[in-house]
């Protein structure tokens, strides 16, 4: 991908704290399909949380600190990219807001703002990538995350790529755009009702016959991945960015099961 100054685009890839903390493969998967969309990838050491915890418990302090080292890690990039439409969400909406009366920083976040994507926007919407050169022959079905659908908007996508892949059967459940009770320290607060969303959520997926449930936000996975855990289903749990990089060579999220093979085409 080439800018218009005739030289690579430069991405910086947002790793989230889920991501860092639960399942590293979601950042490489992520850093192989930038790669091969011909984007320049690197990892700023310095990132932190992007401080939505914080912004969510009212601790604006706390909230201000961690986008303004984002805003400042970032500032020479020519794209952030973020495999959470929740985290994306927050430096796209939610710093400029944070950061409305800063007279240094609200600027910078404007800017930053419009250089940001949630990763199959990214892709879709900016790279223009249609057609992903992999077969995966699984029977999947995916789950809007709140952030990412209500917020950005990302709907289209996701399923555009994934029915792009060679062999996939996508079906849709019937809460696939209903919230799975995650919602950050939502679950913590109200883990009884935390719990019954996330159970109509399973049994919407079990109903759809899928063997696979794919998201693009870590914290809706794990989520989702317990819950399924604990009523032992036998559904593999999985983000999108795995399925659409060909590294499904490692178990799904929460599982000891073998861990599933996709396939890179050969056209």
Do not use: W
Request: charged content about 25%.
């Amino acid at each position: 991908m080439i800018n218009s100054g005739g030289e690579m685009l430069k991405v910086g890839l947002f790793v989230t704290c889920l991501v860092d903390l639960f399942r590293p493969s979601v950042g490489f998967a992520t850093i192989k399909l930038l790669q091969e969309s011909g984007c320049i990838v690197d990892v700023p050491i310095q990132q932190t949380c992007c401080g939505q915890p914080a912004y969510n418990s009212g601790d604006r302090s706390s909230a201000i600190s961690a986008a303004k080292n984002t805003i400042i890690t970032y500032e020479n990039y020519d794209y952030v990219v973020v495999p959470s439409g929740s985290c994306a969400s927050m430096l796209i909406k939610h710093y400029p807001q944070l950061l409305q009366n800063d007279k240094v920083y609200k600027e910078k976040a404007d800017t930053l703002a419009t250089k940001t994507f949630e990763l199959t926007s990214f892709l879709y919407d900016v790279i223009g990538l249609r057609k992903i050169p992999r077969s995966f022959p699984h029977h999947v079905t995916y789950h809007d995350a709140c952030s990412g659908l209500r917020e950005l908007g990302i709907k289209k996508q996701p399923r555009e790529l994934l029915n792009s892949l060679q062999g996939i059967k996508l079906v849709e459940h019937d809460a696939s755009n209903v919230c799975c009770g995650f919602g950050g320290t939502f679950c913590v607060k109200y883990p009884e009702i935390s719990e019954d969303m996330v159970k109509n959520k399973t049994e919407s997926i079990v109903r759809s016959g899928a063997d696979m449930i794919l998201s693009g936000d870590m914290g809706c996975l794990l989520n989702i991945a317990g819950k399924i855990a604990r009523e032992k289903n036998d559904i593999e749990v999985r983000h999108i960015a795995e399925v659409m990089a060909g590294t499904t060579d490692v178990s799904g999220i929460g599982d000891t099961k073998e861990p599933i093979k996709s396939k890179v085409s050969k056209k």
